[in-house]
């Protein structure tokens, strides 16, 4: 796979390129865009027609990353994303679809440089503004119990966690980091939050939000204020796997509306 050198990091990406309009795929905190695979998070898998990116996030995946908590701030994925699309889509306003930390790069990378995007789709964003401050907590626990008792441990106490709705039945994984990253990428995210309110409304690019419910990490709340706060975006709600199961057909026919792409299947 290419790797694009970033400051003290190289970034693991590839192109599925079918002509067409560029898109590119993020991924959550922990995770990859092998491990969102696994967990029906790979919303461009079988999108036709455009030339779609994937990477890792720095940390992440085959993405190298130091032990910097400051280098795992949305800002500075946000600054690695704009980096990545100069080099493969220098000059073009790209789609952007992304998870939870890939949301949240997502906000910051088109609050900061809003020509290099033509539309959004944000999956399960994660908490921000009033309910970040105690997710932040949460993550400055897991790096210390990470530090204390080892990686195992945590991949413990979270098999334990009951699941949202809409991913019961999803499999089992386990973060895909390197070990010896996973309490730095967890003090990193404890330090971010999503871009103030008022940045967040300038937004003017066609944007969904794909959300489900019950997820004190990813809330209902936090996708109805982007909806309420990007003017004409529109809210997707999920609550049993077979929701999630129809967003990629949601994505897909995101792109062929906006983009002219063909459907999935070439339909």
Known sequence: MPRLPVPHAELDWELSDEGGAPVVQLHGLTSSRYRDRLLDLDLGLGLSGTRLLRYDARGHGRSTGRQVPEDYRWEALADDLLRLLDHVFPGEAVHGVGPS?????????????PERFSALTLVVPPTAWETRAAKSQDYLEAADLVDREGFEAFVAVGAAVVPPPATV?????????????????FRGAALTDLPPRDAVARIAVPTTVLAWTDDPSHPQSTAEALVRLVRGSRLVLA?????????????HEQVQTLHGAPAAGGE
């Not at 930390?101 to 440089?113: D, N, Q, S």
């Open 101 to 113: 930390m890939g949301c949240g790069t997502l906000l910051h990378a088109i609050t900061r440089a």
């Open 169 to 185: 039945g999803a499999p089992r994984t386990v973060p895909d980091v390197p070990k010896e990253l996973l309490p730095t990428l």
């Open 239 to 251: 609550s049993t796997p077979d929701d999630v199961a129809r967003w990629p057909g949601l994505l």
